[in-house]
Each structure stands twice: as structure tokens, then as C-alpha cells.
């Protein structure tokens, strides 16, 4: 399962993770992103460890949202070492995203 990230987790999470972290910024009230949202969970159940899945609610959490320029959902970013590799904006099939985290 994916990780909701917030305010208060998204340091200890993502930037001092020392695996890759796929981040889901996403809304409920977009469609896209509930299109989205089961890959995304598909993905993080088969991480295996080898990198981590989270999402953040703009709508929730919007200095996360004003932190990453997000004006589009849903925006797919990958953390490595705390820094921005890849950024994605709109739905992605499952293997184009794993490329993303994987860096292929």
C-alpha cells in the first residue's frame, strides 16, 4: 500500500529515504487520478522493498503541492537521495512509471 504522505512524514520519507520514492500527487475529485490510483497501488504492493510509493492529497497537504510547482494532477515524481530524478505529468501506464522509478 501506498504511503499518504504529509507535512510531518515527508522529511523522514522521502528526502532521507535511501530507497527511490515515487510520489503521487493526486485529488479525489479528479478523474485522472482515480484512473491512476490502482496502478499506483499495484506498483507500491510490488515494491518489494526495492523502492517506496507514497501520495499526497493536494487538497490536504497544498505547501507540499506549492513545494513541487504541482498545477497539474495527477504529477508523478521520483525522489532519490531527496532530490527530484524524474517528473511526470497526466496517467502513465504501469510499466512507463516503472521505468520512472526504476531509471531505465
Do not use: H
Request: aromatic share 6%; with cysteine; net charge neutral.
Amino acid at each position: 500500500m501506498a504511503i499518504q504522505l504529509t507535512m510531518e512524514n515527508w522529511k523522514k520519507e522521502v528526502m532521507e529515504s535511501e530507497k527511490p520514492v515515487l510520489v503521487d500527487f493526486w485529488a479525489s475529485w479528479c478523474n485522472p487520478c482515480r484512473m491512476l490510483s490502482p496502478v499506483i497501488d499495484e506498483i507500491a504492493k510490488e515494491a518489494g522493498g526495492e523502492y517506496k510509493v507514497g501520495k499526497v492529497n493536494v487538497d490536504e497537504q497544498p505547501e507540499l503541492a506549492g513545494q513541487f510547482k504541482i498545477m497539474s494532477i495527477p504529477t508523478l515524481i521520483v525522489f532519490k537521495n531527496g532530490t527530484v530524478i524524474e517528473k511526470s505529468i497526466g496517467v502513465k501506464g504501469k510499466e512507463e512509471i516503472l521505468c520512472m522509478v526504476k531509471g531505465k
